[in-house]
Protein backbone atom coordinates (compact mmCIF):
# COMPACT_ATOMS: atom_id res chain seq x y z
CA UNK A 1 0.00 0.00 0.00
CA UNK A 2 1.21 3.71 -0.82
CA UNK A 3 2.16 5.40 2.19
CA UNK A 4 2.20 9.51 2.86
CA UNK A 5 2.74 11.96 5.06
CA UNK A 6 1.17 14.97 5.37
CA UNK A 7 2.34 17.86 7.23
CA UNK A 8 0.95 21.11 7.67
CA UNK A 9 -2.77 22.61 8.75
CA UNK A 10 -5.65 21.56 9.50
CA UNK A 11 -8.68 24.41 10.22
CA UNK A 12 -12.18 24.42 10.45
CA UNK A 13 -14.33 25.76 7.66
CA UNK A 14 -17.53 27.67 8.22
CA UNK A 15 -18.85 28.03 4.71
CA UNK A 16 -21.49 30.33 3.90
CA UNK A 17 -23.36 29.59 0.88
CA UNK A 18 -24.49 33.11 -1.34
CA UNK A 19 -26.19 34.07 -4.56
CA UNK A 20 -23.20 36.24 -5.23
CA UNK A 21 -19.76 37.24 -3.08
CA UNK A 22 -19.90 40.56 -1.67
CA UNK A 23 -18.59 43.48 -3.15
CA UNK A 24 -19.30 45.87 -0.76
CA UNK A 25 -20.09 46.04 2.72
CA UNK A 26 -24.09 45.23 4.40
CA UNK A 27 -25.85 42.40 5.07
CA UNK A 28 -26.35 39.00 3.27
CA UNK A 29 -28.84 35.91 3.67
CA UNK A 30 -26.70 32.47 3.15
CA UNK A 31 -28.62 29.63 1.24
CA UNK A 32 -27.09 27.03 2.89
CA UNK A 33 -24.17 27.03 5.68
CA UNK A 34 -21.95 23.45 6.82
CA UNK A 35 -18.76 23.11 9.06
CA UNK A 36 -16.38 21.04 7.90
CA UNK A 37 -12.37 20.38 8.35
CA UNK A 38 -10.56 22.29 6.28
CA UNK A 39 -6.80 23.53 5.75
CA UNK A 40 -3.95 22.30 2.84
CA UNK A 41 -2.26 19.40 4.74
CA UNK A 42 -5.19 17.52 5.96
CA UNK A 43 -7.41 17.79 2.80
CA UNK A 44 -4.93 16.54 1.23
CA UNK A 45 -4.55 13.85 3.63
CA UNK A 46 -8.11 12.99 3.34
CA UNK A 47 -7.77 12.99 -0.45
CA UNK A 48 -5.04 10.86 -0.41
CA UNK A 49 -7.22 8.18 2.54
CA UNK A 50 -10.11 8.37 -0.17
CA UNK A 51 -7.86 6.94 -3.05
CA UNK A 52 -6.32 4.26 -0.88
CA UNK A 53 -3.16 5.04 0.42
CA UNK A 54 -2.22 4.81 4.39
CA UNK A 55 -2.05 8.48 5.29
CA UNK A 56 -0.32 10.25 7.99
CA UNK A 57 -1.61 13.57 8.85
CA UNK A 58 1.32 15.74 10.75
CA UNK A 59 0.09 18.75 12.46
CA UNK A 60 -0.86 20.69 15.25
CA UNK A 61 -4.27 21.35 16.97
CA UNK A 62 -5.62 23.20 20.27
CA UNK A 63 -7.39 20.78 22.96
CA UNK A 64 -10.39 22.24 22.57
CA UNK A 65 -13.58 21.47 21.01
CA UNK A 66 -12.73 22.12 17.58
CA UNK A 67 -9.67 20.80 18.03
CA UNK A 68 -11.60 17.21 18.77
CA UNK A 69 -13.34 17.54 16.25
CA UNK A 70 -10.85 18.27 13.50
CA UNK A 71 -9.10 14.94 14.67
CA UNK A 72 -12.18 12.77 14.74
CA UNK A 73 -13.05 14.25 11.48
CA UNK A 74 -9.91 13.05 9.65
CA UNK A 75 -9.79 9.49 11.44
CA UNK A 76 -13.64 9.09 10.51
CA UNK A 77 -11.81 9.62 6.64
CA UNK A 78 -9.31 6.99 7.31
CA UNK A 79 -6.16 9.50 7.96
CA UNK A 80 -3.72 8.70 10.94
CA UNK A 81 -3.24 11.22 13.60
CA UNK A 82 -1.06 9.70 15.93
CA UNK A 83 1.83 12.02 15.31
CA UNK A 84 -0.36 15.45 15.44
CA UNK A 85 0.37 17.33 17.98
CA UNK A 86 -2.56 18.54 20.81
CA UNK A 87 -1.71 21.66 22.73
CA UNK A 88 -2.90 22.32 25.78
CA UNK A 89 -4.63 25.41 26.83
CA UNK A 90 -4.36 26.08 22.83
CA UNK A 91 -7.04 27.49 20.36
CA UNK A 92 -7.50 25.73 17.12
CA UNK A 93 -7.35 27.57 13.50
CA UNK A 94 -10.83 28.17 11.86
CA UNK A 95 -11.62 29.75 8.51
CA UNK A 96 -14.76 31.59 7.61
CA UNK A 97 -15.59 30.42 3.91
CA UNK A 98 -17.94 32.22 1.41
CA UNK A 99 -18.94 30.12 -1.67
CA UNK A 100 -21.37 31.92 -4.37
CA UNK A 101 -23.67 30.35 -6.97
CA UNK A 102 -21.21 29.91 -9.44
CA UNK A 103 -18.77 27.99 -6.99
CA UNK A 104 -16.27 30.75 -6.25
CA UNK A 105 -14.93 31.58 -3.02
CA UNK A 106 -13.39 33.64 -0.29
CA UNK A 107 -10.95 32.29 2.02
CA UNK A 108 -10.41 34.06 5.71
CA UNK A 109 -8.32 32.39 7.44
CA UNK A 110 -7.46 32.33 11.29
CA UNK A 111 -4.66 30.67 12.03
CA UNK A 112 -4.11 30.28 16.24
CA UNK A 113 -1.17 31.99 17.33
CA UNK A 114 -1.42 29.35 20.38
CA UNK A 115 0.15 26.65 18.40
CA UNK A 116 3.74 26.68 18.63
CA UNK A 117 5.87 26.87 15.32
CA UNK A 118 8.84 24.75 16.33
CA UNK A 119 9.33 21.72 14.70
CA UNK A 120 11.77 19.87 16.20
CA UNK A 121 9.70 17.34 17.61
CA UNK A 122 10.16 15.64 14.00
CA UNK A 123 13.27 14.37 13.95
CA UNK A 124 11.64 11.47 16.57
CA UNK A 125 10.03 10.23 13.30
CA UNK A 126 11.20 7.91 11.47
CA UNK A 127 10.73 9.93 8.01
CA UNK A 128 11.59 6.35 5.69
CA UNK A 129 8.75 4.91 6.44
CA UNK A 130 6.70 6.83 3.89
CA UNK A 131 6.94 6.83 0.18
CA UNK A 132 5.98 10.42 -0.52
CA UNK A 133 5.53 13.42 2.01
CA UNK A 134 3.73 16.17 1.04
CA UNK A 135 3.62 19.48 3.17
CA UNK A 136 1.29 23.15 2.78
CA UNK A 137 3.36 26.33 3.53
CA UNK A 138 0.89 27.42 6.22
CA UNK A 139 3.14 25.71 8.60
CA UNK A 140 6.66 26.83 7.32
CA UNK A 141 8.75 25.19 10.02
CA UNK A 142 6.83 21.85 9.96
CA UNK A 143 7.27 21.86 5.99
CA UNK A 144 11.18 22.54 6.26
CA UNK A 145 11.79 20.07 9.08
CA UNK A 146 9.66 17.45 7.43
CA UNK A 147 11.40 17.89 4.24
CA UNK A 148 14.98 17.96 5.42
CA UNK A 149 13.97 14.22 6.85
CA UNK A 150 12.50 13.35 4.22
CA UNK A 151 15.36 13.67 1.72
CA UNK A 152 17.67 12.65 4.21
CA UNK A 153 15.48 9.45 3.84
CA UNK A 154 15.14 9.22 0.16
CA UNK A 155 11.67 10.39 0.27
CA UNK A 156 10.30 12.50 -2.29
CA UNK A 157 8.80 15.54 -1.34
CA UNK A 158 5.67 17.51 -2.46
CA UNK A 159 4.99 21.53 -1.80
CA UNK A 160 1.61 23.08 -1.94
CA UNK A 161 2.65 26.21 -2.79
CA UNK A 162 0.05 28.30 -2.03
CA UNK A 163 -0.13 32.25 -0.80
CA UNK A 164 1.70 32.95 2.98
CA UNK A 165 3.17 35.73 4.23
CA UNK A 166 6.33 34.12 4.86
CA UNK A 167 9.12 33.41 1.70
CA UNK A 168 8.94 30.39 0.69
CA UNK A 169 11.87 29.87 -1.33
CA UNK A 170 13.74 27.51 1.10
CA UNK A 171 10.86 25.54 0.85
CA UNK A 172 10.36 25.11 -3.02
CA UNK A 173 14.69 23.99 -2.86
CA UNK A 174 13.92 21.76 -0.91
CA UNK A 175 10.94 20.17 -3.14
CA UNK A 176 11.00 17.83 -5.49
CA UNK A 177 7.86 18.93 -6.42
CA UNK A 178 6.68 22.62 -6.23
CA UNK A 179 3.09 22.60 -7.56
CA UNK A 180 1.76 26.70 -6.94
CA UNK A 181 -1.43 27.79 -6.94
CA UNK A 182 -1.38 31.02 -9.90
CA UNK A 183 -1.61 33.59 -6.57
CA UNK A 184 0.72 31.32 -4.75
CA UNK A 185 3.32 31.53 -7.70
CA UNK A 186 2.92 35.19 -8.68
CA UNK A 187 3.72 36.18 -5.16
CA UNK A 188 7.61 33.95 -5.07
CA UNK A 189 8.33 35.55 -8.46
CA UNK A 190 6.54 38.64 -9.27
CA UNK A 191 5.36 37.70 -12.37
CA UNK A 192 2.22 37.24 -14.56
CA UNK A 193 3.34 35.34 -17.13
CA UNK A 194 2.95 32.13 -15.81
CA UNK A 195 5.78 30.55 -18.17
CA UNK A 196 8.10 33.23 -17.26
CA UNK A 197 7.10 32.69 -13.51
CA UNK A 198 7.63 28.87 -14.20
CA UNK A 199 10.69 29.31 -15.43
CA UNK A 200 12.04 31.97 -12.57
CA UNK A 201 10.77 29.00 -9.93
CA UNK A 202 13.04 26.37 -11.59
CA UNK A 203 15.65 28.31 -10.80
CA UNK A 204 14.91 27.91 -7.06
CA UNK A 205 14.92 23.94 -7.07
CA UNK A 206 16.55 20.69 -8.77
CA UNK A 207 12.77 19.65 -8.70
CA UNK A 208 9.50 19.81 -10.74
CA UNK A 209 7.39 22.82 -10.77
CA UNK A 210 3.68 22.94 -11.30
CA UNK A 211 0.79 25.83 -11.11
CA UNK A 212 -2.73 24.84 -11.10
CA UNK A 213 -5.03 27.94 -12.66
CA UNK A 214 -8.56 26.32 -12.15
CA UNK A 215 -10.61 26.69 -14.79
CA UNK A 216 -7.55 26.95 -17.18
CA UNK A 217 -6.02 23.51 -16.08
CA UNK A 218 -2.21 22.82 -14.94
CA UNK A 219 0.83 23.95 -16.62
CA UNK A 220 4.51 22.32 -16.12
CA UNK A 221 7.64 22.38 -17.13
CA UNK A 222 8.74 19.49 -19.19
CA UNK A 223 13.33 20.16 -19.52
CA UNK A 224 12.14 23.87 -19.72
CA UNK A 225 9.11 23.10 -22.52
CA UNK A 226 5.81 24.23 -21.46
CA UNK A 227 2.86 21.52 -20.91
CA UNK A 228 -0.79 21.98 -20.37
CA UNK A 229 -3.53 20.28 -19.22
CA UNK A 230 -6.45 21.59 -20.02
CA UNK A 231 -9.02 21.56 -16.90
CA UNK A 232 -12.02 18.69 -16.82
CA UNK A 233 -15.37 20.26 -17.51
CA UNK A 234 -17.84 19.68 -14.81
CA UNK A 235 -20.91 21.37 -13.45
CA UNK A 236 -19.04 23.35 -9.99
CA UNK A 237 -20.61 23.46 -7.36
CA UNK A 238 -18.54 24.47 -4.84
CA UNK A 239 -14.30 25.24 -5.37
CA UNK A 240 -13.26 24.84 -1.59
CA UNK A 241 -10.49 22.43 -1.12
CA UNK A 242 -9.82 21.34 -4.64
CA UNK A 243 -6.44 22.80 -4.56
CA UNK A 244 -5.45 20.94 -1.64
CA UNK A 245 -7.79 17.28 -3.41
CA UNK A 246 -5.25 18.14 -6.36
CA UNK A 247 -2.01 17.85 -4.31
CA UNK A 248 -3.30 15.06 -2.11
CA UNK A 249 -3.94 12.72 -5.43
CA UNK A 250 -0.66 14.18 -7.39
CA UNK A 251 1.03 12.40 -4.51
CA UNK A 252 -0.49 9.63 -4.52
CA UNK A 253 0.01 9.22 -8.05
CA UNK A 254 3.79 10.03 -7.57
CA UNK A 255 4.20 8.10 -5.32
CA UNK A 256 3.45 4.79 -7.60
CA UNK A 257 5.27 6.08 -9.93
CA UNK A 258 3.10 7.61 -12.74
CA UNK A 259 4.49 9.73 -15.48
CA UNK A 260 4.71 13.03 -14.77
CA UNK A 261 1.23 13.99 -17.59
CA UNK A 262 -0.60 10.85 -15.91
CA UNK A 263 -0.48 11.88 -12.32
CA UNK A 264 -1.59 15.64 -13.47
CA UNK A 265 -4.31 13.91 -15.18
CA UNK A 266 -5.36 11.90 -12.29
CA UNK A 267 -4.86 14.79 -9.77
CA UNK A 268 -6.90 16.80 -11.89
CA UNK A 269 -10.11 14.60 -12.40
CA UNK A 270 -10.22 14.55 -8.79
CA UNK A 271 -10.11 17.82 -8.15
CA UNK A 272 -12.83 18.19 -10.50
CA UNK A 273 -15.18 16.14 -9.41
CA UNK A 274 -14.75 17.24 -6.14
CA UNK A 275 -16.05 20.32 -7.01
CA UNK A 276 -19.49 18.84 -8.01
CA UNK A 277 -20.20 18.88 -4.20
CA UNK A 278 -20.33 21.23 -1.79
CA UNK A 279 -17.72 21.48 0.98
CA UNK A 280 -14.13 20.83 0.67
CA UNK A 281 -13.96 16.88 0.95
CA UNK A 282 -17.86 15.37 0.45
CA UNK A 283 -16.89 15.25 -3.13
CA UNK A 284 -13.36 13.73 -3.25
CA UNK A 285 -14.03 10.48 -5.17
CA UNK A 286 -11.81 7.30 -4.73
CA UNK A 287 -9.90 5.60 -7.38
CA UNK A 288 -12.95 3.61 -9.29
CA UNK A 289 -14.52 6.81 -9.26
CA UNK A 290 -12.02 8.57 -10.64
CA UNK A 291 -10.59 6.03 -13.39
CA UNK A 292 -14.22 5.30 -14.22
CA UNK A 293 -14.58 9.19 -14.88
CA UNK A 294 -11.05 9.59 -16.94
CA UNK A 295 -12.48 6.48 -19.21
CA UNK A 296 -14.42 9.59 -20.47
CA UNK A 297 -12.07 11.32 -21.99
CA UNK A 298 -10.10 8.86 -22.99
Same mark, same amino acid.
Given at each position: ?????????????????????????????????????????????????????????????????????????????????????????????????????????????????????????????????????????????? %??? *????? /??? @?????? =?? !?? #????????????????????????????????????????????????????????????????????????????????????????????????????????? %??? *????? /??? @?????? =?? !?? #?????????
Amino acid at each position: MTRIACVGITVLDRIWYLADLPKEGGKYVAGDYREVGGGPAATAAVAAAKLGAEVDFIGRVGDDDTGHRLLAELQAYGVNTRFTRVVTGARSSQSAVLVDASGERIIANYPSPDLPACADWMTELDFGQWDAVLADVRWHEG %AKQ *AFTLA /RAN @GVPTLL =DA !DV #TPQDITELVALSDHAAFSAPGLLRLTGIRDAQAALKQAQTLTNGHVYVTQGSQGCLWLDDSHLQQLPAFKVEVVDTTGAGDVFHGALAVALAQHDTTQDAIRFAS %AVA *ALKCT /RPG @GRAGIP =DC !DQ #TRSFLSLYV
